[in-house]
């Protein structure tokens, strides 16, 4: 069975672009979620999605979106991208959004020039 | 929010040799997941250990809910063990957003 697989492997962007990344959850797992890892840290949350519904937010701005499709995937949208927006940005997936085990995609590493 | 703290943040360790490293957090968990971060960025699942111990191959986790540990231990070390290791529990108390520990860097040399 495939893992969780995102899309692109890497990216550069300019400074106030935007960026959207992608995220496919191992088949039968319908809550994902993204997190954002900068250098020489641990990842930090972002969003959770099950069932296509948000259930959680972490402490960053509004800048940053997400969505999850019928069929599980999602995205992750950036608007407005700052220096500091550079990180990896890693997607999870697990079967419930409580009580389970979180299995973690490679990873997309954004680099905002 | 939980707090989680790593350590030792540094491990230097020859090839062969044996490690243990522990997580401490701040609350009460129902879940508690150890991952190795490789030099590529991918995070691999270890252990999915809320309490108890158990093993798996060389490796072996034990969590001690009750007071808010967690260890994993590494024995005869190879150099593909080498990377960093992650400890992470729910946000809070049935949450699973995952709040991550600081990571241990582990180092093994040939």
Redesign the interface.
């Given at each position: 069975d495939a893992g969780v697989t995102q899309s692109p492997t890497h990216l550069i962007k300019t400074r106030g672009q935007q960026v959207t990344l992608r995220c496919s959850p191992i088949s039968g797992h319908k809550s994902v979620s993204w997190y954002q890892q900068v250098l020489g840290q641990g990842p930090q949350f972002i969003f959770q999605y099950y069932e296509k519904e948000e259930r959680g937010r972490g402490n960053f701005p509004d800048r940053f979106s997400a969505r999850q499709f019928p069929n599980y995937s999602s995205e992750l949208n950036v608007n407005a991208l700052l220096l500091g927006d550079s990180a990896l940005y890693l997607c999870a997936s697990s079967i419930l959004w409580v009580n389970t085990e979180a299995f973690f995609g490679q990873g997309t590493r954004l680099t905002v020039v | 929010g939980i707090q989680v703290e790593q350590s030792p943040p540094d491990l230097i360790l020859q090839e062969g040799a044996n490690s243990t490293l522990r997580c401490n957090f701040s609350d009460s968990v129902?879940?508690l997941?150890w991952?190795h971060q490789n030099p590529?960025?991918?995070?691999i699942?270890l252990f999915?250990i809320p309490s108890g111990t158990k093993q798996n191959g060389r490796l072996s986790a034990t969590t001690v809910a009750t007071e808010r540990y967690s260890l994993l231990y590494i024995s005869s070390s190879q150099t593909t063990d080498s990377g960093v290791y992650?400890c992470?529990v729910p946000?809070s108390y049935?949450?699973?957003?995952?709040?991550?520990?600081?990571?241990t860097r582990l180092t093994i040399i040939p």
């Open positions: - | 129902n879940n997941q991952f590529w960025g991918q995070l699942n999915y992650f992470a946000h049935g949450n699973e957003k995952l709040t991550f520990g600081t990571g």
